[in-house]
């Protein structure tokens, strides 16, 4: 019971985070607003793994799936990919999850080589 | 001189009846009601469509706020995004006033919907759209389609906001209402 309530404070916490992370983006102020997603992801991480715990799969890629969307939009796209790769190995993850995780690991992949080209220019012309 | 409203709301007191906390949305609410007001108060049409003991489907809603309330000005943010953020804030308003529930959890990639609204253990999806001058019907019948492709296959409410209109739709939907 302990446990449910600890994990609903987190889950309003994490919400708050990822909603003031969004307001700050819409804002223009990005740093700010990865730091809060950051901090998102952690807490997703956290929650999956209590979900996973308590042998709920489903549940568990639901946070999943959150977490290595705010390391997405937190910048880290290499650990949100790789999040997203070990994922899909999973057998818990239902049909349309899996869909959702490679029409979104295709969004992060389209990202990353878009910045990585662009970077390689920059340095090319430096 | 306004017509007698219905129902009567304070922005700063209701929002705080959400689990989460969705003082956020205020500032870009107000926003769009200060396009028709230069007072602190608005009304709005709100049509009630299958909401659980709601006898009446038409009412009108008074909306007050306070002035220190009033924090964007001349924002530099897209339109459509300040829309987008006052039509959620019109939820936070409409869902906990109508229907009793709070919007508990934003949601994560893929789930068809903005948000989950609880009560007493119950849990519900909630999708919510906002538009300056559109066919508020037809949006209200779009979101409804996608709130309904859930994965986790349950039910909710969508609420659609017309600024322009001064109207805002809240519907209820089973998933076998699936068009």
């Given at each position: ?33 990865a730091g809060k997603f950051a901090e998102a992801a952690q807490i997703e991480e956290q929650l999956a793994e ?31 990919m790789n999040m997203g790769e070990q994922l899909l190995t999973q057998s818990y993850l239902s049909s349309i ?11 992060l992949q389209q990202r990353y080589t878009q910045w990585a080209s662009q970077w390689s220019l920059q340095l090319?012309?430096? | ?179």
């Open positions: 019971m302990a446990e449910q309530s600890k994990m609903q404070t987190n889950e309003t916490y994490k919400s708050n985070l990822i909603i003031e992370a969004n307001f700050l983006k819409i804002q223009g102020l990005y740093q700010d607003a209590q979900w996973l715990a308590q042998g709920a799969g489903t549940e568990a890629a639901i946070h999943q799936l959150s977490a290595l969307s705010c390391w997405g939009q937190a910048g880290d796209l290499y650990r949100a999850q899996r869909t959702d995780l490679l029409a979104y690991l295709q969004q090319a012309t430096n | 001189m306004m017509p007698v409203a219905d129902d009567q709301v304070h922005l700063e007191q209701i929002v705080q009846l959400n689990q989460i906390d969705t003082r956020w949305f205020l500032p870009f609410l107000i926003y769009r009601f200060k396009e028709h007001t230069d007072q602190q108060v608005i009304q709005f049409q709100v049509t009630l469509q299958g909401i659980p003991q709601q006898t009446s489907n038409k009412r009108v809603l008074e909306l007050h706020w306070k002035r220190e309330s009033e924090t964007l000005s001349s924002p530099p943010i897209q339109t459509s995004v300040i829309t987008e953020w006052a039509a959620y804030g019109m939820a936070c308003v409409v869902v906990p006033f109508y229907t009793g529930l709070q919007i508990a959890q934003v949601t994560q990639i893929g789930e068809r919907f903005d948000f989950w609204v609880r009560k007493d253990g119950e849990k519900f999806g909630l999708e919510v759209s906002g538009t300056l001058d559109g066919n508020l019907e037809q949006r209200q019948r779009i979101k409804q389609r996608q709130l309904l492709r859930n994965r986790n296959q349950v039910g909710g409410y969508v609420s659609v906001t017309s600024f322009q209109e001064q109207h805002t739709i809240l519907s209820f939907h089973r998933i076998k209402d699936t068009p």
